[in-house]
T-cell receptor
């Protein structure tokens, strides 16, 4: 069975601080995909990144960066120089290898990030 | 981004009411999903439709009845709900051949 653990439940930082959101996953599949979504107070889950299990290169997109380490089954998300607009709930998710016409995501419980001015 | 829209955004209903939630995707996707998000709980997948056929029903009570008339529209018909059904209901869609799901803004449902 697949499982995603986001051990941090709430994080509070002051603007301009860097913050890392942790994600640890479990799967028996050798091919899988990892995701991060952001849920601002408006409610919509916003897709941030998708990473496949064969690509362990770290990725950077502006102030966001992701560190994927298969050896520790982790896919951590770092926000550099945080801003108030980064305040949201962040979900890590795992998908088994695509086998059909629809996908199947297993979500973590989410981390509530509060960035104070 | 208005790829997936949901209406209404907020809904208050009594336990004897019948109402429907609507989801529409403008992304050309062919799989659609209903999720329930309750406070302090992980996202719960309720239903999956693929090419307009229901392919998954995760033990959802019969007071929730989904309908997918075409690949762009998904409904969730509600009747005789309970207060514990109060939650944010999220719709998502994905394209055949991809596992990335795109979500709508959700309907905040309150059952009195």
């Amino acid at each position: 069975a697949q499982k995603v653990t986001q051990a941090q439940t709430e994080i509070s930082v002051v603007e301009k601080e860097d913050v890392t959101l942790d994600c640890v996953y479990e799967t028996r599949d050798t091919t899988y995909y990892l995701f991060w979504y952001k849920q601002p107070p408006s409610g919509e889950l916003v897709f941030l990144i998708r990473r496949n299990s064969f690509d362990e290169q770290n990725e950077i997109s502006g102030r966001y960066s992701w560190n994927f380490q298969k050896s520790t089954s982790s896919f951590n998300f770092t926000i550099t120089a945080s801003q108030v607009v980064d305040s949201a709930v962040y979900f890590c998710a795992l998908s088994e290898a695509y086998t059909g016409a629809n996908s199947k995501l297993t979500f973590g419980k989410g981390i509530t990030l509060s960035v104070r001015p | 981004e208005t790829g997936v829209t949901q209406t209404p955004r907020h809904l208050v209903m009594g336990m004897t009411n019948k109402k429907s939630l609507k989801c529409e995707q403008h992304l050309g996707h062919n799989a659609m999903y209903w999720y329930k998000q309750s406070a302090k709980k992980p996202l719960e997948l309720m239903f999956v439709y693929s090419l307009e056929e229901r392919v998954e029903n995760n033990s959802v009570p019969s007071r929730f009845s989904p309908e997918c008339p075409n690949s762009s529209h998904l409904f969730l018909h509600l009747h005789t709900l309970q207060p514990e059904d109060s939650a944010l209901y999220l719709c998502a869609s994905s394209r055949r051949g991809s596992d990335t799901q795109y979500f709508g803004p959700g309907t905040r449902l309150t059952v009195l």
